[in-house]
């Protein structure tokens, strides 16, 4: 459902490219340069207006455009400033898409986010040059998302656009936070004991199905989307309720986790679902809790098994689950103060640590 819709938003953004190198005339590179110029001006003026300490922890998220999701967001940064009272505190998107989308309005009121690049940019600016720069990734898994984190730090460290002051480069101190599911151990063990925790009571009551996000096969960066098995594994010590599927990873879509409920002998019976993402945005709204239907006397799989343009909650409706409105827990990671904290946990490791060797990227083993 929402790889169709991604895959036609891909094909939109390359027909751009392709139209702007066609005219590539001086007015497309000056208008082009005149809004890197504006967007790098916001950010300055922000920062320069904000900043209160020496050191600075920038948040990277991939975005989205729901007031649910925005308030999250806004929550973290509160709870970041008020734990790292040391630090001032940034939020940034790593999507285009979502950027574009906030600022337009796209179901909610315009706002306006920017891309790490901006904001790293700012912190190297005459009269700022925090001497500390802490980036804390908010993805889940260490995938695709994340490799693109570790490529904004790196030619931040190398200079990319030569336009930083090489003296400050070379005396800034750089710092990575690692994403939720970093470890393949201990921070799968502790967010599965922490989602126990929260929802054992439900597990009595049904299945409680996590939906992660995943990269499809060609993009399991770090083969990353082991951490969706490994963490349901992990789960199922406390319960064999527990499932976790994704919307992306090969084998693991909504119809795998049928597959892995029925051969559990759960025919029947309430099913919870929930969002595996640091927010409850367009996936959580959409592919898990809405109302999109593909049922036609039953349903037709792709050739990589999935049923497209079905929600879980309908999905498993038909396939004679209770599954409603009723049973959907629209709630981000980050709105779960006890799983935000092992992401906050992540970003004091990375303070306590070794600076960073931006030459060799932070990466899972």
């Keep these: 459902m929402k790889k169709i819709k991604s895959m036609m938003f891909a094909l939109l953004a390359i027909c751009a490219v392709i139209s702007f ?4 005339d001086d007015d497309d590179k000056n208008d082009a340069k005149h809004n890197y110029v504006i967007y790098q001006n916001a950010v300055n003026q922000t920062v320069k207006s904000q900043k209160k300490n020496s050191k ?8 989205s455009t729901w007031q649910q999701a925005y308030d999250a967001f806004d929550a973290t940064v509160d709870a970041y400033k008020a734990a790292f009272p040391g630090y001032d505190v940034f939020l940034s998107f790593s999507s285009a898409i979502c950027i574009n989308r906030a600022a337009a309005g796209e179901n909610v009121k315009p706002r306006n986010f920017y891309a790490p690049p901006f904001w790293l940019n700012a912190f190297a600016q005459d009269g700022v040059k925090y001497s500390e720069i802490v980036v804390q990734s908010l993805q889940v898994i260490p995938g695709e998302e994340y490799t ?3 490529n904004y730090i790196k ?8 336009d930083i002051d090489d003296n400050y480069l070379a005396n800034v101190t750089l710092k990575l936070g690692v994403p939720l599911l970093q470890d393949a151990e201990s921070d799968v063990d502790e967010v599965a004991s922490q989602l126990n925790t929260l929802y054992s009571s439900k597990a009595k009551e049904g299945v409680v199905a996590f939906m992660g996000h995943g990269n499809p096969d060609s993009y399991d960066t770090y083969k990353a989307n082991v951490r969706y098995t490994q963490l349901e594994l992990a789960l199922q010590r406390y319960s064999k309720n527990y499932y976790v599927g994704t919307v992306d990873m090969m084998h693991n879509f909504k119809t795998h986790v ?3 409920m029925q051969a559990n002998g759960i025919k029947d019976g309430k099913v ?4 595996l993402m640091s927010i409850d945005g367009d996936h959580g709204h959409n592919d898990m809790a809405g109302d999109d239907d593909a049922w036609d006397n039953g349903f037709k799989p792709n050739g990589e098994g999935e049923v497209e343009d079905t929600s879980w909650k309908m999905y498993f409706s038909h396939m004679g689950y209770t599954c409603d409105n009723s049973t959907m827990i629209e709630k981000g990671l980050l709105e779960l103060p006890t799983i935000r904290q092992i992401w906050m946990n992540h970003t004091r490791d990375a303070i306590n640590g070794e600076p960073l060797d931006y030459y060799h990227s932070k990466n899972p083993e």
Excluded: K, Q
């Design 148 to 150: 693109r984190v570790i």
């Design 56 to 63: 600075v922890i920038l948040l990277v998220a991939f975005g």
């Design 258 to 260: 049928y597959a892995r």
């Design 272 to 275: 919870f679902c929930h969002p």
């Design 155 to 162: 030619d931040f460290a190398n200079n990319a656009n030569g």
């Design 21 to 24: 190198t066609a005219c590539s």
